[in-house]
């Protein structure tokens, strides 16, 4: 009796261990291949012939094709322009997608090309509730007019590239943080694919809203026509380099790159941002304003 016993305890240990082992190895599966679906479509970014092409039509006619700087302007309408200047992590998104689809409220996403490759299931709900997706180089590169004219084109086109492959379409409006827009990076930008440069009056940080009076309070300040920047992911901090190695790779303080893997952990740690941008949206719309579009005719019809 007890031998049967020992076999048959045995036999569902041997079943559970089996079990066990079916369902790590149908995650590992799953992982390896989310990370290689994310490799192969990294590779899709280079943009080297597209960068080349670009270059050579650059230095042959650099006014051939220029972007236009959208500056702050006056507006009777009482319209106002607010963007996020880098892409968040996929649960903060969600978010934030919620806030702005409850208020029916329209914002722009700059976003850097390599968190756009690392996240595409984050691209895609970006796209998918409408709401506008710009290019903020490849890495939110600050000084972006100090690179030389083909490490410039490539940040900006492998940019173009990884936004178009995962949403369909190309940004038209780009912003590079801590950057002066000269007629040089204007020329580069045009011949990236790029139509305007936005620039901001307006700067919100992360934290910087943390109750109702202090959004009412810079809500208080804004003028109509306003450039709203919230900041979501800070510039890197570009530090001296070796002659020769590249000005396209992180310092070593760079925030991690974000990952659609890295979503699970993310939701489980409590974030405010999305918190932050309803106290704005909501302290604008006291304060009589709409939230338009970038590309909206309202703007666009202001340009010089």
């Known amino acids: 009796m007890m031998g049967k016993k020992f076999w048959m305890v045995l036999l569902v240990l041997v079943f559970l261990a089996g079990g066990g082992f079916y369902a790590w190895h149908r995650h590992a599966l799953s992982v390896s291949e989310e990370n290689r679906d994310v490799q192969d479509l990294s590779n899709l970014y280079e943009a080297e012939k597209e960068t080349e092409k670009a270059v050579n039509q650059f230095r042959k006619d650099p006014g051939a094709k220029k972007a236009r700087i959208i500056h702050p302007l006056s507006d009777t309408g009482n319209h106002v322009y607010l963007y996020f200047d ?3 992590d996929r649960a903060m998104t969600e978010e934030i997608l919620k806030v702005l689809d409850k208020k029916e409220a329209k914002a722009a996403f700059f976003v850097e090309g390599q968190n756009a490759g690392d996240s595409p ?5 970006i796209s998918k509730h409408r709401q506008m997706i710009g290019n903020y180089t490849w890495l939110g590169r600050p000084s ?3 690179l030389d004219e083909e490490k410039a084109i490539r940040s900006l086109l ?4 990884a936004v178009d492959t995962l949403t369909g379409k190309s940004p038209s409006f780009f912003r590079a943080p801590r950057t002066e827009y000269t007629d040089t990076l204007l020329e580069e930008a045009g011949a990236a694919g790029l139509s305007y440069a936005v620039l901001s009056n307006v700067t919100v940080r992360r934290g910087e809203l943390a109750d109702e009076e202090a959004a009412r309070k810079l809500a208080a300040g804004v003028k109509p026509g306003s450039l709203i920047a919230f900041e979501i992911n800070r510039p890197l901090d570009m530090r001296a380099r070796e002659p020769g190695k590249s000005d396209e790779r992180p310092a070593i303080d760079k925030k991690p790159t974000i990952r659609d893997g890295d979503y699970k952990e993310k939701t489980e740690r409590k974030d405010h941002t999305a918190e932050e941008v309803e106290r704005l949206v909501s302290a ?5 304003f709409t939230l338009l579009s970038l590309d909206s005719d309202v703007l666009l019809s202001g340009l010089k």
């Open 284 to 288: 604008l719309e006291e304060e009589g």
């Open 121 to 125: 299931e984050t691209m895609k709900e």
């Open 86 to 88: 880098g892409l968040p």
């Open 144 to 146: 972006l007019e100090k």
């Open 158 to 161: 492998r940019t173009q590239k």
